[in-house]
């Protein structure tokens, strides 16, 4: 499902405009964002977490010239899905 389809659909659910369909999930993504953005985890019960890792650095082998590379520090965004989620997909 691409971006203009969920807002279609959610459009369609919420009995209202596509315009402001999207607007609710730009908000949404937005704010989402932004939490992640401070290192705050976002949790909707039933369906999931999105929670902000951080990864060390490390030594890592590139497969071309087999020599070894320093790979950086950073932060990876995780998604755990929720029980009620996980029970709909199998």
Known sequence: MT???????VAATANTT?????????ASIDT???????GESVQFIGFGSFEVKKRAARTGINPKTKETIKIAAKNA??????KKLKDSVN
């Not at 971006?3 to 659909?9: D, G, S």
């Not at 596509?18 to 730009?26: G, L, M, R, T």
């Not at 989402?32 to 401070?38: E, F, H």
């Open 18 to 26: 596509k315009v402001e369909a999207e607007k609710i999930i730009n």
């Open 77 to 82: 965004v995780l998604f755990k899905p929720g």
């Open 3 to 9: 971006k203009p389809e969920l807002i279609a659909q």
């Open 32 to 38: 989402i964002t932004s939490a992640l953005a401070k």
